[in-house]
């Protein structure tokens, strides 16, 4: 995966600042949402999630972008009436791809020639290409994304395969035992994945380079990024409190408090 996100750092340096600090600031604001928070605004999240997940199915399956917001709205509604449902799907295609993504790499490595990176260090260009221009060379990286991922996942040997089938029962399981942590996990997993996606942009218009820092001190980036989400769910769990639960609660202790005062009325009508 770091050969494809080293080629879209070389080419980001003459992107529109605009596109760069826009995309990023909303990737950034939506994954801290997402981490903190996911959980106690479920109905709104299910129907945003929806609406992207059709949108993103649409545009990379299909291809095409009036399917794409066609799928993005019908989805956004079925999600909502099938809330759990589509949870536990999700959260199930979340552990999937990134089951697929760390046992695809080397397959991805054999297909990309590899950038040697000391010998080409980046320079910013005088002239940065215009909004329209970096939004079409980033929905050119996306398609190219994924399908080098589709060639790549072609060569995956069936044990591997069953591997990631594992992890897909797994959550599954996980999300009819226990919705609240598997939502909560799921927020946690999508939410750092963007705050991580949103500071990469950001870098990327200072010119730092981050995707080359990462790649050279992955094992530290990755236990950073499993301790977000570990972080993440527990903070959810604990105070992202169930609303149903909390109403219900003072509903029931509303009568029985009211409780022995009907008693005494009904005894002085008799």
């Known amino acids: 995966m770091f050969e494809i996100l080293l080629r879209f750092e070389r080419s980001a340096v003459s992107f529109s600042p605009a596109v760069l600090i826009g995309t990023g600031l909303m990737a950034f604001l939506l994954g801290l949402f997402l981490w903190i928070g996911g959980l106690g605004f479920r109905k709104i999240l299910v129907a945003i999630l ?51 993504i760390i046992l695809i790499g080397p397959y991805i490595e054999s297909l990309l020639a590899p950038i040697p990176i000391n010998q080409t260090p980046i320079t910013k260009p005088a002239l940065t290409v215009s909004v329209r221009g970096s939004l079409k060379v980033m929905n050119t990286y996306a398609l190219d994304c994924f399908n080098v991922i589709k060639q790549a996942s072609a060569k995956l040997p069936l044990n591997k395969w069953i591997i990631i089938a594992a992890v897909a029962v797994i959550v599954i399981l996980g999300g009819l035992l226990l ?23 950001l870098l990327l218009y200072k010119g730092s380079a981050p995707v080359s820092r990462i790649s050279h001190s992955s094992s530290f980036y990755l236990i950073v990024f499993i301790a977000m989400i570990v972080f993440g769910t527990l903070e959810q769990l604990l ?24 008693k005494k009325d009904d005894w002085r009508n008799e």
């Open 50 to 100: 929806g609406a992207v997940t059709g949108a993103v199915c649409g545009f990379f399956i299909v291809g095409s972008n009036i399917v794409a917001v066609a799928l993005a709205a019908i989805v956004a509604v079925v999600a909502v009436i099938i809330k759990r449902v589509f949870i536990i799907i999700l959260a199930a295609a979340l552990a999937v791809v990134f089951a697929l």
């Open 179 to 201: 919705w609240r942590l598997t939502f909560a996990f799921s927020c946690a997993a999508l939410g750092t994945m963007l705050i991580f996606a949103g500071m990469i942009l």
């Open 239 to 262: 105070l992202c409190k169930d609303v149903k639960r909390q109403s219900a609660r003072k509903k029931q202790a509303g009568k029985d408090e009211q409780g022995p005062e009907r």
